[in-house]
């Protein structure tokens, strides 16, 4: 199968040319005909399985065909990291088209927003947003909706986690009623398709392979306690092979003192957390696209859907507390048809959650043999005990920490707005 097959519009093609994108992907295979035929659809599949384009090319396409005035797509996604990252594969896609763009997301300061504010006065064709800004914009009539005929929802699953619901349906009452629907998702809750079935008549459904890492990504654990793990660590950032590294640690604290540790031993590291503001993220994101920084350390606000090609070494110096979490840690590594290394410490208070994990995927995680010099590390077999080394068994057990509440607490987007109640639990995580 070949893009062509599609019968896409020339300048589309010709745009996929200079990005080199040669074969759809599995998704794009299954949702772009679907779009086409101007279906509502829900499509899964796990991250980095090229969902934005799959979303993106046949609307183009569409819009291509015939242009209309105003605001023609709307796309909500969960942070403004994936609105912008959205916006410039469009702006790729689109580069030898006439087709207009423009991302608008919480944050920055004043100035932001006059001029998110401004460009969308002046009308795109396409405009990406992150839902609570969108609602401030459309409760200052900003923004004329009414020409609207795709309504597509980016990682869906993310949006309802971070409790975007009642914003998401606030938006909609203010569209068209007659629209193209599109819910991409990296998993498929149960909340999914009740969204699904409030917003829209009758859908599509494509779904490939849930929660599984790409092939491509190589994955290691190591058996190690705390005290064990910032050698092994200093260890393998001593191999050079590893060109671009990221850490993910489950907390911001730890997220400072792991990279102030890091520091003081003579690695140059940079962190990511919710303490950085807006500027500083997408400085030091494109730093780190650029490769002029090697290793940054941060929570899970990386973890999802931030795309950045070449990442050969994703490490997690904690189990994450969520399943799902660890899929889309280990996804920024091995993007597309890439090859990366994932390796995960497991301390004695993890090893449970690591089972857990293993199960999602489906797949045993080899263990490594810790360096000798370490010592011996917990026995990943004599699991259940329970353990009371620090502070005990860490959250895994307790009802209500594995909740959803967790991921909200990647919820960047609404901190500059202060609308979410959760701010404080939010900072603790992120
Ligand atoms: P997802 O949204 O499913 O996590 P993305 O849309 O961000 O994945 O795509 C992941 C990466 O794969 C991006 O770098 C994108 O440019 C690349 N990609 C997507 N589709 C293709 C394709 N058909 N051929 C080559 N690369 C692709
Ligand atoms: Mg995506």
New binding site residues.
């Given amino acids: 199968m070949n893009f062509r097959d599609f019968k896409l519009h020339p300048q589309l093609l010709e745009g996929l040319d200079a990005m080199g994108f040669e074969k759809p992907t599995p998704i794009q295979e299954k949702a772009i005909p679907i779009i086409l035929e101007n279906k509502n659809l829900i499509a899964c599949a796990q991250?980095g399985t090229g969902?934005?384009a799959a979303f993106i090319l046949p609307v183009l396409h569409k819009l291509l065909q015939h242009k209309n005035k105003g605001v023609n797509t709307l796309v909500l996604a969960p942070t403004r990291e994936?609105a912008m990252q959205i916006d410039q594969q469009i702006e790729g896609f689109s580069y030898f088209t006439n087709a207009t763009s423009i991302a608008v997301y919480g944050g920055g300061d004043g100035q932001t927003f006059v001029t998110q504010q401004r460009a969308l006065r002046s009308g795109a064709d396409i405009v990406i947003a992150t839902p609570g800004r969108l609602i401030s914009f459309l409760g200052s009539k900003k923004v004329d909706l009414s020409s609207l005929e795709h309504l597509i929802m980016?990682?869906a699953d993310r949006m309802l986690d971070m409790g975007f619901y009642d914003d998401i349906m606030k938006i909609i009452s203010k569209l068209p009623k007659k629209r193209q629907n599109l819910l991409?998702s990296a998993t498929m809750p149960p909340n999914i398709r009740k969204l699904a079935k409030n917003i829209m008549d009758g859908y599509e459904e494509v779904s490939i392979a849930i929660s599984k890492p790409a092939e491509g990504i190589v994955q290691q654990a190591y058996m190690a306690y705390d005290n064990q793990k910032d050698q092994l660590l200093g260890g393998i950032l001593k191999n050079n092979d590893f060109k671009s590294i990221i850490i993910f640690a489950s907390t911001k604290e730890k997220v400072k003192n792991l990279s102030r540790r890091l520091k003081n031993s003579g690695e140059e590291v940079r962190q990511f957390h919710s303490d950085l503001d807006q500027k500083e993220r997408e400085k030091l994101m494109q730093k780190f696209k650029a490769k002029q920084v090697r290793i940054l350390v941060g929570t899970d606000i990386l973890s999802r859907?931030i795309?950045v090609e070449g990442i050969d070494l994703v490490v997690n110096y904690d189990v994450p507390p969520d399943p799902e979490d660890y899929v889309h840690r280990i996804g920024r590594t091995a993007r597309a048809e890439s090859t990366g290394t994932a390796i995960t410490f497991v301390n004695d208070n993890d090893i449970k959650r690591f089972k857990e994990i293993e199960k999602l995927i489906e797949k045993e995680v080899p263990k490594i043999s810790l360096p000798e010099k370490l010592g011996k590390g917990p026995d990943y077999h004599s699991s259940n005990r329970r353990t009371s080394s620090g502070r005990g068994r860490g959250r895994s057990n307790k009802p209500g920490n594995r909740r959803k509440g967790n991921y909200r607490g990647k919820n960047n987007d609404r901190n500059s707005s202060g609308r979410n109640k959760r701010s404080s639990q939010r900072n603790k995580r992120s």
């Fill in positions: 991250t969902k934005t994936l980016d990682e991409f859907g795309d």
